[in-house]
């Protein structure tokens, strides 16, 4: 009987190594556990970036005394920074000073021209918020060019206003997709007042 109990001890896994081996498995599991989630997420970090092309509206007071300039960049250049396009329907947004511009709509030049129009507009005050959801992906490495339009004004000089509001355009990936650096994806213009 005494050889088997020493046979048993010879055997028996020592209680340290037993904590050693249960305070390695804690962390593998959690990882294991948490290696799902993080897959199941999309990031893709997009670019806009304003093309040096555009027109600068000048505004001055009936005493002609003050003025105004407002750059307006002509189009805008979205990229997926990365190995990976973000996929299609990704939202431009517009927002800009009703008193000055209406009717908006986007032309793709990746398919000649294609006309995108509002997916849906808000508007408070004299800012208006229009949203745009581009039907192709915005590719990686290369830019995915954009024109914003407005309907023509109504007079031949903009208008005086001394609350002015600025212009942005903005993008943001599709349901789903996160994006890690949103510092790159808005371009504002504000009026410059002399």
Known sequence: ???RESTFNVRAVPRRTILKTAAWSVPVIAVAAATPLAAASVAADLQLTPDPRGDTLHGVSPDGLQSY???????????TL??????????V?????????????????TFGGTIVSVASSTTAGN??????TLPVAVPAGTGLTFWPHFAPPAGS???WYTDL???SVSIAPPAGVTDP????NTVTSNPVYS
């Open 181 to 184: 650096v949103l510092g790159n």
């Open 69 to 79: 300039d407002l750059s307006v960049v002509a189009s805008f250049s979205a990229t």
């Open 157 to 159: 000089t903009p208008p």
């Open 127 to 132: 800012v208006t918020t229009a949203s745009f």
């Open 82 to 91: 990365g190995a990976s396009p973000t996929p299609a329907g990704s939202v």
């Open 1 to 3: 009987m005494a050889t």
């Open 165 to 167: 509001n600025g212009y």
């Open 93 to 109: 947004t517009l927002t800009f000073d009703s008193r000055l511009f209406s009717g908006p709509w986007l032309t793709l030049d």
